[in-house]
């Protein structure tokens, strides 16, 4: 089709071939997926094989997620990387609090999916008993690869919608409520006192 | 009857394949430590307790007691190249020590974790609170009539 030679002849018309058109929902969900910064709470072992993700031959970068934020305010996705004690349990809970909606969690390793090897009273059986779980990614620890499958899981279901659909349908999430109250208009007319 | 017990410090001294031994009361265990750490034995290097439950019938010989409960501090001499266990029997119904923490700062922690684990008391700690363990934790966890605390798993492909 070639430029628009004049806009003046053609009107916005001429224009088509120069525009995309999206829902405003879709461009949010598919910056979302590609842009999730993770909040850092590797806990043990798993830890050292999420910096290995992170780290240049695994690149999480690729994917958006070079920075793992140590401020929960920050952080969209919490990848729970190691097994969490009774003691930890309360920080856990207490950092996925302060993270703002959306956000979704990744538990990585068995340890974080169902308590792990470790079956006894100090290590809490699966962190899916304090915070809710999106994805989980096992292994003892799991190889970047499956990491990064685990990833991009979550960033499909982000981008495709599924995990709000799924929010709204089990009551999960946070519970954030967007209901349209009646205002009360008090009009006011500047310049006067 | 020939006597023939090595002591050091009062306390007899046992053989334990090649290592040294030292079965200390309760009451001499603050004072013979502060005279090893002035013999050269400056490093405490641990402080942990045992639970004999399942072992009621065991001897130490030397007339000692056994009791259920066992302290055992391990010292190492820096300068003479040496190190040196004692081991204290703590009774199950008055489970309690003397701190180390005026001789040994160091055994701060190990004392908290003996505590924490085992339920012995060490009077004149600065912080005899529990320290692996969340702080309003039931029970001590390393005693030998504490469960592992697991919960039934089902394997599958597995024979049962």
Redesign the interface.
Known sequence: MGAVQNIADDGLGGMDHNFVTARIEDLVKWARSRSSWGASFGLACCAIEMMGTGASHYDLSRFGMEVFRASPRQADIMIVAGRVSQKMAPVLRQVYDQMMEPKWVISMGVCASSGGMFNNYAIVQGVDQIVPVDVYAPGCPPTPETLIHAIETLHQLIEDGEIMRRRTANNGGAGVELSSEPVEHTSVTIGTK | MENAVETQHGCPVQDSLGQRVLHVSRDQYVSVIKALADEGYEMCVDLTGVDYLEMPHRTIGFGIKPERFEVVVNLLSLSQRKRIRLRVQVPADDASLPTLFDVHPGTEAHERETFDMFGIVFSGHPDMTRI???ED?DGH?LRKD??????P?QFKGANS
């Open positions: 692996l363990m969340p934790w966890p504490y469960s592992q605390g697991s919960i798993v």
